[in-house]
């Protein structure tokens, strides 16, 4: 049983509102969007970086494995909790999340909270090259799931997540604690964020 | 897991988001084109470089391919084809013309040679080279003189490679 809420975005072009949906799993139709969307949008962007001759270093930041590492890694969301947000038929964000780790803020340390371990907007939401997103508002879509999850869960809003380098202002902008890159090799010194029960009841009010 | 927010509310927060870059955990991260020993390769001259990604991307609309298929055909990513074909300061992974030469049944050595990945102490293949670069353009269809200048390269890759490689 899947459950769908209704959000709302904004288009990245015109500033006008965009209903959409936020729901509370990833399912084969993400991976097929991820396939045959993502992927070739991505490649897309690649081919226009190297067209306006933009140098490497200022290309999107990437990791040490391949796209076939990447992709059986996605299909293997299936198996975990996860969240995504369709717009306009198509998958505009994916995230998933783990119940099991411990908080390590000092405030809050060993407490159990939500871990985001995945979360990425489509290519064409994401802000590289300097052009606009379609979609605006895809990571606290998502980011709003994690936290309501938590607060569900019994964890009181606790979440945390390793940023990556470009989205790393996204989160201390959120309010998280921002405890510095991650000592674990298996990281790649991404920085660690948290946002504490304090933060998380601020975030999710209705003003 | 319902989340019951006003119109408003997640307006608010798209527009608080503005153009930020979102993501999160390894995962999130996009394998772009390795840039695998650019600084610890020597720059191999950029003629034979010019050539190497035309030679691929004429191979390629030879065997009536797209870019995704070539990458399927040979087991490689189409965005690191693409880079190929279309930046000529880019030198390919090792594996990549390894992949590429098994699909295009033409000699390693001297692709790795063309490719910027060994060292091409003839000046034979260079000069070569110039000539195929500068007659094949990269167009959408492959002319009759993009096909004989293929034709006469990919002979001169064979013929000359198990010899000169040594």
Known sequence: MVDVSTIYLVDGATGSEV???????????????????????????????????????????????????????????????GFCVLADGETQGMAQV????????????????????????APWNSPE???APRYRGVGTALLSAAIALSVEEGFKGRIGLHSLPQAEDFYRRRGMVDLGPDPDPGHQHLRYFEMTAEQARAFLTEE | MRLERSKEWWLARARQEGDAAVGAGLLAANPAVEQHGLEAQPAPAEET???????????????????????EAACLEASELLVIEEDRHYVPQLRTVFELARTFEVPQQRLLQLAGLAVANDDGLRK??????????????????????????????????????R
């Not at chain 1, 783990?98 to 907007?121: D, F, H, M, N, W």
């Not at chain 2, 050539?51 to 298929?69: H, I, K, T």
């Open chain 1, 19 to 81: 209903r959409a949906e936020l729901r509370d799993s990833i399912e084969d139709a993400q991976l097929v969007d991820w396939q045959l969307k993502w992927r070739p949008a991505h490649d897309a962007l690649i081919r226009e970086l190297i067209q306006k001759g933009v140098s490497r270093q200022q290309w999107p930041q990437s990791s040490h494995w391949d796209w076939r590492r990447k992709a059986a890694q996605v299909q293997g969301l299936l198996a975990f909790r």
């Open chain 1, 98 to 121: 783990e119940l099991t780790k411990s908080a390590r803020a000092p405030v809050q340390a060993g407490k159990p909270i939500v871990y985001i371990e995945y979360l990425e907007a």
């Open chain 1, 129 to 131: 090259l300097g052009r």
């Open chain 2, 49 to 71: 470089r010019i050539a190497f990604g035309r030679f691929v991307n004429l191979m390629r609309r030879r065997r009536g391919y797209s870019v995704e298929q070539l990458a």
């Open chain 2, 128 to 165: 070569e080279a110039v000539r195929f670069a500068a007659r094949s353009e990269s167009m959408q269809r492959l002319t009759s003189e993009e096909s004989s200048a293929l034709e006469a390269f990919v002979a001169v890759l064979s013929e000359q490679g198990p010899k000169r490689a």
